[in-house]
């Protein structure tokens, strides 16, 4: 468990955090298809191989999290991505959740499947170079009906499972209730849900005897519902789901990591630098960082279009947004 913890604790290196590269065929099928780009199994390798294979990538990320798909995939380095990407000194980790399906006490809520093959498939990972691994469940909220509290315990359940297997087999997990952004709700909404759902996940976690110590927390922020019409200033984000935290994950947690969940680039930047400062105001005990997909994704892949030439530019933009949200990640 001592390395567990240690390995846990070297993600949140000062001002590096992790980059989100673990669409699934079908959510990377689509992400390309909304910039215009045709997906085969090449195209989602070129994909990777955009941000995974930018120089200096390793000043700012700790670690990346990817697809099984991608994990026996080569960069232009000829290494597979996760050799390539620990040759750089960046973890590499696998998303190892199968997807959503409907909740049957409660079909418009979604339950996370996969734990039937977990053991089988965290060896072959450990193999192919995985020192870390996510689930993500998602969280629905629709007015004060949803979310449900067996949503939530269900959901909390599942995670727990999994994070007891991933230490048993001597990887990191990160534990991912999404409390989803889509919704007419307000900040105070989120908010409450946040600490809800990881009020339950941490007591379930206890129960399944997972040591927090060996564990990151991924959550998202407290924010209004893209359907409200609201705009939340970064300060208001930061004290809302700073509170929520400071209510809900024990303090040995080796540390949190915040989602992005279809905010722009830029207001995930500037959302996590007020975060992290207000963090520190109040003496937070964890350590604070990104593990963002889209927001570190979206200004390259608009540039990108699929195409060769434009490789250079798109990671440019890419570096350039890392920066940002690098120091964002130090309070700055
Ligand atoms: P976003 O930053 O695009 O929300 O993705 C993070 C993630 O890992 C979702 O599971």
């Not at 007020?274 to 963002?292: M, N």
């Not at 994704?297 to 890392?322: H, I, M, T, Y």
Request: proline share 4%; net charge neutral.
């Amino acid at each position: 468990m001592t390395d567990l913890v240690a390995i846990a604790r070297s993600f949140f290196a000062s001002g590096k955090g992790l980059l989100a590269a673990d669409e699934s065929v079908h959510t990377a099928t689509a992400r390309l298809a909304s910039y215009g780009i045709p997906a085969s199994e090449e195209m989602r390798r070129q994909y990777r191989n955009l941000f995974l294979g930018a120089a200096d990538i390793e000043e700012y990320l700790s670690g990346v999290i990817l697809f099984e798909e991608t994990l026996s995939q080569k960069g232009s380095d000829r290494k597979t991505f996760p050799r390539s990407l620990a040759a750089r000194g960046i973890a590499p980790g696998i998303k190892v959740d199968e997807g959503t399906e409907p909740f049957s006490s409660s079909p418009n809520e979604f339950i996370t499947k996969g734990l039937l093959s977990l053991s089988e498939r965290l060896e072959g990972y450990k193999k192919q170079g995985a020192v870390f691994t996510k689930w993500r469940a998602v969280i629905r909220i629709d007015g004060d009906h949803l979310p449900t509290a067996a949503a939530i315990h269900e959901n909390a359940k599942r995670l727990a499972t999994y994070a007891r297997d991933v230490q048993g087999a001597g990887m990191v997990p990160l534990v991912e209730p999404e409390v989803l952004l889509e919704g007419k709700h307000l900040r105070a909404r989120a908010r409450a849900v946040i600490e809800e759902t990881l009020g339950v996940l941490f007591a379930v976690l206890k129960e399944h005897s997972v040591d927090c110590a060996g564990l990151i927390l991924k959550t998202a922020m407290a924010l209004s519902g893209n359907e409200s019409g609201k705009k939340d200033t970064p300060e208001e984000v930061a004290e809302e789901t700073v509170a929520a935290l400071l209510a809900s994950v024990p303090r040995q947690t080796a540390g949190i990591v915040f989602l992005s969940g279809g905010q722009s680039p830029e207001q995930a930047t500037e959302n996590l630098a007020a975060i992290v400062h207000r963090a520190k105001e109040v003496g937070a005990p964890w350590p604070l960082t990104f593990s963002y997909a889209r927001a570190l994704q979206e200004e390259a892949l608009s540039l990108w279009k699929g195409k060769e030439e434009n490789v250079p530019a798109a990671r440019a933009a890419f570096l350039a947004r890392l920066a940002k949200v690098s120091a964002a990640a130090r309070g700055e």
